[in-house]
């Protein structure tokens, strides 16, 4: 009896190894959850995380000594909760799939914080799904990876507890192994607790970003185990160095034969076509229940270098074979390119200088929240590189994996930040409350999950964090430089400093590259103070505006209140201790050896309505007494009024991505050889016939000639490259304005604007008219209203009514107005000077045509037909 009981025991053994995959299986896991507010009555605070931490914290631990599974205490946490149980009744429960953010779904309120964006990001949320595992499955390692779930998350699978990782912007990964069964219905519940008061910017809320059942074999490469740097870059190879981290979760030691072979990428991150180098295979013996390390290395012939204009990128695929047989294959994307920070003269790519054209940005992709969609992304991307941008800053948390992916593909360099706070504090619940324990896990997490990227340049240890003029920071500025070193030797770490005085404390020698945020006139001092030391414009000019809204007279002004809480776009508006591009140029053009700027920010962002915030902790960051206490009378004042503002002015583009005018001022200097004159403001002020009306021009031209009616206004010649030219004595008539830009004498580009009729039609744009059936595919659509002749009546607030037919969705519409409060749901939205957004999104697995209506009173109705086509992917 007791024979034949071992008999079967070892048959299921060898049947399941014999039965695994080759390669290891990544299944997408985001479709049909269930979701639910809230604790169930009655649950004490047996879930809150100061209960579960010392079962979280082993999570942490593994993760910072890879592969070592730490001690948790014995107990199941939170199992007596209904919701844990696997057989709960969840039917009742909303049905949804991730990402998803619950807080986009609003609704704003005014008497909401308007820095996060004057939405409900706090609570406690459950989020439960069944998944099957197959017979097969039976002696896999299973992980569940999320990517990010905002926050405090916490993990029960068949009702067991797993584990959680409470920073809200972490990817981590939880092994579901021991509590799994193949062959039958597994149930995962994840429960939430996001803080209020967490957070400077809107944080997002929920499972926001994708999650992955990962199956392998229990002999695999650990968790990002991978790690690929060259040694020697020459110009027919380059020598590069391999190190893998391989974990072998059985109970006996097995001795596993490994080999790497190296193919180009396709635009996928996949392989294509023939091998162009391997590593050695290589023999090794991983002990039971244990990790090892591999040291290999392998030569590119003739390699193809990672540039920003052609971003070519590799891929590196290991095979681990146990007893002559695949247990598992694992893709390593990677590209070849050297860095490097000077003293001097700033920032270099393969040997070549690169002055760095950055912005940074957030993570909400506008209308959509937090919830992480690649296509959404992907175009924020482009309407960036467009722009002439070639670099990111992932301010201020780790990014979603799919972004760094896409700027390895487009040719995109990154800073990837860490944090916005350390042991101190800015907001009481942000991430101080976390530090202490989790700051070494979620530093080495950053670093280890990214340093195969070539897109990443950097790492940020931290954002104008307060303790930089600690000696606490110091301290912690030398770990934090430490973990990023021991997990990546190759990439530099920086932290962005806003306090001048933390140049003259031991903080600065802690880091590689000095990180400065603003400050640009105290450059040469900085030099001066130490000319060796390597310095980055972390954070730039902090220039305000509401795309389409011009205010007279033109004046610099630092807190305009008027005309319903917008900006002036005469772009003349920055914060206390930003200034404006042109004068961040003329900056970076003396002083070469900052390395060029990220600017704050690329996009319009969710919260931070600055200077509509209310938010008298900014006045922290005003150096200059007098404008100190300017911005505090005015937020005094604001303060008795309730303020609407619920996003960010910042942005070169506005919230859906629509350039306001500066867009051209970044563009025209970025992308010098891109002949462009862009004329501001709009032409339509039947107010003011006869009255000064100035005209400004950013032009990649180096000369102007104005025409107002076919009368000429004057030439005007730039004295710098980065010069905006400005008429200040225009006076309105309407008309035509024309503007002729020169370069070298010889004309270059030409741009006309029109005063405009009433509104008489709908133009309506997809920016792609054919999508893929995933079900996440998406296409973003502008409406413009335009007068007979189809020019877009600039000032004009039509309110539009959209329905759609066949297999897409309407996921969100916009304007780009910071005030506005109507959901980003509705089907029906005002145009905010002229112009709207509707982002509408493939139905899965559905194809053919689909057509969206737009309507609005007095207008002829307008369709567009959409084609949805099956995914080839
Ligand atoms: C910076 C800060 C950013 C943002 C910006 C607004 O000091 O790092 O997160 O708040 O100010 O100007």
Redesign the pocket.
């Known amino acids: 009896m007791r024979k034949a009981f071992i008999f079967i025991l070892l048959s299921i053994y060898f049947l399941s190894w014999s039965n695994e995959v080759a390669s290891q299986e990544r299944i997408n896991l985001n479709r049909d959850w269930r979701y639910q507010e809230n604790d169930p009555d009655g649950t004490d605070s047996t879930l809150h995380y100061s209960r579960l931490k010392p079962y979280l914290l082993p999570c942490a631990n593994d993760f910072i000594k890879s592969g070592q599974k730490h001690i948790r205490p014995a107990g199941n946490p939170g199992g007596e909760v209904a919701y844990v149980k696997p057989d709960f009744d969840d039917s009742s429960w909303r049905q949804l799939n991730l990402p998803h953010d619950w807080a986009i779904e609003g609704p704003f309120n005014i008497d909401y914080v308007g820095a996060t964006g004057k939405l409900p990001y706090w609570g406690i949320r459950w989020y439960r799904k069944s998944f099957e595992l197959s017979p097969k499955d039976t002696g896999k390692q299973i992980y569940l990876d999320i990517d990010g779930a905002m926050s405090f998350s916490s993990v029960w699978c068949n009702g067991q507890f797993v584990g959680g990782w409470p920073y809200g912007y972490a990817s981590y990964r939880l092994d579901l192994t021991p509590y799994v069964k193949a062959g039958k219905k597994n149930m995962l519940a994840i429960r939430l607790d996001n803080p209020d008061d967490a957070s ?2 809107y944080p997002g809320s929920g499972i926001y970003r994708n999650v992955w059942l990962v199956k392998t074999s229990p002999v695999h490469v650990a968790q990002w185990g991978t790690f690929i740097r060259n040694k020697e870059i020459s110009t027919d190879k380059v020598v590069m160095d391999m190190t893998l981290q391989l974990e072998n979760n059985t109970g006996k030691s097995v001795q596993a034969s490994v080999k790497t072979d190296i193919y180009e990428q396709d635009e996928t991150g996949n392989p294509k076509g023939t091998k162009v180098a391997s590593c050695p295979a290589m023999k090794v013996k991983i002990e039971q229940q244990a990790t090892t390390e591999l040291q290999s290395g392998f030569v590119v012939p003739n390699p193809k270098l990672w540039e920003i204009e052609s971003p070519a990128c590799y891929v590196a695929v290991t095979r681990i074979e146990v007893d002559g047989r695949e247990v598992e294959r694992y893709q390593t994307p990677f590209g070849i390119r050297e860095i490097e920070f000077t003293h001097d003269q700033g920032f270099m790519l393969n040997g070549r200088k690169v002055p760095i054209k950055g912005v ?1 940005m ?1 993570h909400d992709l506008g209308a959509l929240g937090a919830a992480f969609n690649e296509v959404a992304a992907e175009r924020q991307l482009r309407i960036m590189k467009e722009m002439g941008a070639n670099a990111i800053r992932t ?2 948390n780790p990014p979603a994996p799919e972004l760094v992916a896409l700027c390895d593909r487009m040719g995109l360099m990154m800073q990837l930040e860490f944090v ?1 706070s350390w042991h101190k504090g800015k907001r009481k619940n942000d991430y101080n409350i976390l530090f202490d324990d989790w700051n070494e896990a979620d530093m080495r997490s950053l670093v280890r999950h990214y340093r195969n990227h070539p897109s990443v340049i950097m790492w940020s240890i931290g ?2 964090v307060h303790d930089q003029v600690t000696d606490l920071g110091i301290e912690i500025a030398r770990n934090l430089t430490a973990y990023s070193h021991d997990e990546d030797p190759t990439r530099p770490t920086s932290l ?1 400093c ?1 306090k001048r005085d933390a140049i003259y404390r031991d903080i600065v020698n802690q880091v590689d590259i000095f990180g400065l ?2 400050y640009h006139k105290t450059y040469p001092l900085f030099k001066e103070q130490n000319p060796t030391r390597r310095y980055h414009a972390s ?1 730039t000019s ?1 220039a305000t505006s509401s795309r389409g809204e011009y205010f007279f007279p033109v004046t610099k002004n630092v807190n305009d209140s008027r005309s319903g809480f917008q900006l002036s776009s005469y772009d003349m508006t920055t ?1 206390g ?2 200034c404006m591009p042109e004068e961040q140029f003329k900056m970076n053009e003396a002083y070469p050896f900052m390395s060029g700027e990220f600017v ?2 690329g996009f319009d962002y969710l919260g ?1 309505p ?1 200077p509509y915030n209310k938010d008298l902790t ?1 006045l922290l ?1 005003f150096s200059d007494p007098v404008e100190l206490e300017a911005a505090k009378k005015e937020l005094e004042e604001l303060g008795k009024i309730k303020t609407p503002s619920r996003s ?1 002015y ?1 942005g070169i583009v506005d919230l859906c991505g629509f350039p306001k005018d500066r867009y051209y001022n970044y563009q025209s200097y970025w992308r010098k050889e891109l002949p462009l004159v862009h004329i501001l403001p709009h032409w339509n002020w039947p107010e003011r016939v006869g009255e000064v009306t100035p005209v400004h021009i950013y032009t990649s031209g180096d000369e102007v000639e104005l025409f107002l009616n076919g009368k000429s206004q004057g030439r005007r010649k730039k004295e710098h490259s980065y010069d905006r030219l400005t008429w200040d004595d225009v006076r309105y008539e309407p008309g035509e304005l024309k503007a002729i830009a020169y370069k070298e004498g010889k004309q270059w580009a030409e741009q006309q604007v029109k005063t405009t009729g009433q509104p008489a039609a709908l133009s309506v744009n997809p920016e792609k008219k054919t999508l893929r059936n995933t079900g996440t595919d998406l296409s973003f659509v502008r409406i413009d209203v335009v007068d007979k002749e189809g020019l877009t009546v600039p000032r004009t607030k039509n309110l539009l009514k959209f329905s759609v037919s066949g297999p897409v969705e309407i996921v969100a519409t916009d304007n780009g107005d910071a005030t506005s409060f109507v959901p980003f749901q509705s089907h029906e939205r005002e145009a905010y000077n002229g112009l709207c957004l509707v982002i509408l999104r493939s139905l899965s697995g559905k194809t053919g045509e689909a057509v969206l209506t737009v309507e609005s009173e007095g207008l002829p109705t307008k369709k567009v037909s959409l084609q949805v086509v099956a995914d080839v992917k």
Do not use: A, M
């Open positions: 400077r910017w940074c957030h301010s201020h916005d954002n104008e962005g806003n945020n603003y954070e902090s914060i201790w930003g704050w920010t931070e600055t900014n960051n960010s910042f």
